[in-house]
């Protein structure tokens, strides 16, 4: 395989960066709320699951749209945000929202389902020996969904690689700034010629999944191993 | 410290109305299943709220309805052993003993590790995870973590259902051991006679949702009104002490002044042992018996009798070794004449002593 022009190599590291920090700082609240779905009782319950579930339901470019409207320069959000030095419209830094928004859903499904297997007969044990609920959290149902954790974070990852319609309609196009690795290629197709760098970049993506799903497995079944009790 | 315990909860199709106190020792809440047994365990541990309520360790109160006071869970400092040992899978049997010792105030003193570990027998186990563990060891190691917890007081729910006999023997020892050694209240659910006969200080008897009777083991269990198993598993204890071993495989003992033989038992000469004689093994006869092949024959007086609808009746005896349980048919009552304050012999044959009915 050829090696990778400039502007591919661009797009190939913005995607990176993008979808490390999309994956990084979603993770935690990710982990909230899927505790929150699958261990509390509250009210609002339903409206937090759909909320977590519409970007996976609706049309990305909508998903895209509606983050322009709040998080935009003209946006109640975007503005706020703006006045402490943060620029997320047409910025990279938008892009890693968006991804996180679109992989966030994905994250959470994980995450919940191995929560859900966790025994909460563990948990209680864990509370009769003293731990508070954060300290059972932390010493018992963290360690025990490892395996979920990472699956999640890979799959949410994977998706921020692979984010495209969200992205290009809250931060375009902009080589070096908003052009992740979809939106080059995307670009490289609407010019006559640029099929040989698209298809380099196709191979690339189709590697890139490959390794994480690889690497998700290898991660998950040592975790898995690990907190078997053997 | 005594444990006290006054609980309203609806349950089922039933309410459960009970109070009553464990003092220090062994006090085992006593009951057929579904009698509440566990809802009244999962109260005073704080995983579930009952309705109303007030339960108080000493001067400390876990909960009082009436002033608003609730104590979850993790502030109760009460060490709960479950049916199912519930270790945490992702540490080692040591984690898992240490766990609760960071959780435990400052100023408590949990028993020392090393002696907890000694006595339980689990050094050897140590390094090993939990899903490497026989039942028996589990449910071990789920002791010595509730002990190095610096509880204010033990908790078990039935932990010896799940385990099968020889298990089951080999874990009884060892709460034996934390009732003379330890000084807290411990409060252990069971449907087991024997368990009863063999831990139980203090017996509180539940029956659909209420407590039918409270006192201690002796007076309980030798008491033929209080059946909550049914009459085939009634049973009184004998405290006795071993004063000889016999060359024919026979161990003698000492209970009150009146002399039992029983199968070779591995206990030393002076050890305190309390016996389980369960009332369908005793014979009565109101003459001294000639010529017969049981060994232990003990005279005493009818104290009452019971009979219900059935063809048994449950008489007790009151011997010098304590008072006895028989079960024998409303005919052999009649046709004895027994009655309150007649003289009679209690019959009890060596081997009708099984070991699992013998204890310290």
């Given at each position: 395989m050829a090696v990778l022009g400039p502007e591919e190599w661009q797009a190939v590291a913005l995607s990176l960066k993008v979808s490390t920090w999309a994956t990084v700082l979603s993770l935690p609240l990710a982990v909230l709320a899927a505790?929150?779905?699958?261990?509390?009782?509250?009210?609002?319950?339903?409206?937090?699951?759909?909320?977590?579930?519409?970007?996976?339901?609706?049309?990305?470019?909508?998903?895209?749209?509606?983050?322009?409207?709040?998080?935009g320069p003209a946006g109640p959000l975007g503005r706020a945000l703006q006045s402490i030095g943060v620029v997320l419209a047409f910025n990279w830094t938008g892009a890693a929202l968006a991804a996180a928004v679109m992989g966030f859903p994905l994250m959470v499904r994980a995450i919940r389902l191995s929560i859900e297997a966790v025994d909460p007969r563990l948990e209680q044990a864990a509370a009769t020996l003293g731990a508070?609920?954060?300290?059972?959290?932390?010493?018992?149902?963290?360690?025990?969904?490892?395996?979920?954790?990472?699956?999640?974070?890979?799959?949410?990852?994977?998706?921020?690689?692979?984010?495209?319609?969200?992205?290009?309609?809250?931060?375009?196009?902009?080589?070096?700034?908003?052009?992740?690795i979809p939106s080059a290629i995307y670009a490289f197709l609407q010019v006559p010629g640029g099929e040989t760098a698209a298809a380099r970049l196709v191979a690339l993506s189709i590697a890139l999944a490959l390794g994480a799903l690889l690497l998700s497995e290898t991660v998950a079944r040592r975790a898995a191993r690990r907190v078997g009790g053997q | 410290m005594k444990l006290a315990v006054a609980l309203h909860q609806p349950l089922g199709a039933l309410a459960l109305d009970v109070a009553f106190t464990a003092p220090p020792g062994v006090t085992v809440?006593?009951?057929?299943?579904?009698?509440?047994?566990?809802?009244?365990?999962?109260?005073?541990?704080?995983?579930?709220?009952?309705?109303?309520?007030?339960?108080?360790?000493?001067?400390?109160?876990?909960?009082?309805?009436?002033?608003?006071?609730?104590?979850?869970?993790?502030?109760?400092?009460?060490?709960?052993?479950?049916?199912?040992?519930?270790?945490?899978?992702?540490?080692?049997?040591?984690?898992?003993?240490?766990?609760?010792?960071?959780?435990?105030?400052?100023?408590?003193?949990?028993?020392?590790?090393?002696?907890?570990?000694?006595?339980?027998?689990?050094?050897?186990?140590?390094?090993?995870?939990?899903?490497?563990?026989?039942?028996?060891?589990?449910?071990?190691?789920?002791?010595?973590?509730?002990?190095?917890?610096?509880?204010?007081?033990?908790?078990?729910?039935?932990?010896?259902a799940a385990l099968d006999e020889a298990r089951k023997a080999e874990i009884l020892p060892y709460f034996e051991r934390l009732r003379d050694e330890v000084a807290?209240?411990?409060?252990?659910?069971?449907?087991?006679?024997?368990?009863?006969?063999?831990?139980?200080?203090?017996?509180?008897?539940?029956?659909?949702?209420?407590?039918?009777?409270?006192?201690?083991?002796?007076?309980?269990?030798?008491?033929?009104?209080?059946?909550?198993?049914?009459?085939?598993?009634?049973?009184?204890?004998?405290?006795?002490?071993?004063?000889?071993?016999?060359?024919?495989?026979?161990?003698?003992?000492?209970?009150?002044?009146?002399?039992?033989?029983?199968?070779?038992?591995?206990?030393?000469?002076?050890?305190?042992?309390?016996?389980?004689?369960?009332?369908?093994?005793?014979?009565?006869?109101?003459?001294?018996?000639?010529?017969?092949?049981?060994?232990?024959?003990?005279?005493?007086?009818?104290?009452?009798?019971?009979?219900g609808d059935g063809p048994g009746a449950l008489v007790s005896i009151r011997t010098k070794a304590g008072t006895v349980l028989a079960r024998i048919t409303r005919r052999s009552a009649a046709a004895l004449a027994l009655s309150e304050g007649v003289d009679c012999h209690a019959v009890i044959k060596s081997v009708a002593i099984a070991p699992e009915d013998i204890g310290r």
């Open positions: 505790h929150a779905l699958a261990r509390w009782r509250f009210p609002g319950r339903a409206l937090l699951n759909g909320l977590v579930h519409l970007p996976l339901i609706m049309p990305p470019v909508v998903t895209g749209y509606v983050l322009l409207i709040v998080f508070s609920r954060m300290w059972v959290f932390l010493t018992v149902t963290l360690p025990l969904i490892l395996p979920g954790l990472v699956a999640g974070a890979i799959l949410g990852f994977a998706k921020a690689m692979g984010e495209f319609g969200a992205t290009i309609t809250f931060v375009s196009n902009i080589p070096g700034q908003t052009q992740t | 809440l006593f009951g057929r299943s579904g009698s509440g047994k566990t809802t009244v365990v999962n109260a005073v541990a704080g995983l579930l709220k009952p309705a109303r309520g007030r339960i108080a360790l000493g001067e400390h109160v876990l909960q009082d309805s009436d002033r608003g006071i609730w104590l979850p869970a993790h502030r109760r400092r009460l060490g709960y052993v479950f049916q199912d040992a519930r270790l945490f899978p992702h540490l080692s049997v040591h984690q898992n003993l240490l766990y609760g010792r960071r959780f435990a105030p400052r100023g408590a003193q949990p028993e020392p590790e090393a002696r907890v570990i000694e006595m339980l027998g689990i050094g050897p186990l140590l390094d090993r995870r939990p899903g490497a563990l026989s039942g028996g060891e589990r449910q071990r190691v789920a002791l010595g973590r509730a002990l190095l917890s610096a509880p204010r007081a033990i908790l078990a729910d039935e932990p010896l807290i209240p411990i409060l252990y659910v069971s449907h087991s006679a024997a368990e009863v006969a063999r831990l139980a200080t203090t017996v509180v008897v539940l029956q659909d949702g209420r407590v039918i009777r409270q006192g201690t083991t002796e007076d309980v269990l030798s008491d033929p009104s209080v059946t909550p198993l049914g009459a085939r598993a009634a049973g009184a204890i004998l405290s006795a002490r071993v004063i000889a071993h016999h060359h024919d495989g026979l161990t003698e003992l000492d209970a009150g002044g009146a002399r039992l033989l029983l199968p070779r038992t591995l206990h030393p000469i002076g050890t305190p042992l309390r016996l389980r004689i369960a009332a369908q093994e005793v014979i009565v006869s109101r003459a001294r018996p000639e010529g017969l092949s049981a060994l232990n024959i003990l005279p005493g007086t009818v104290e009452q009798i019971r009979s």
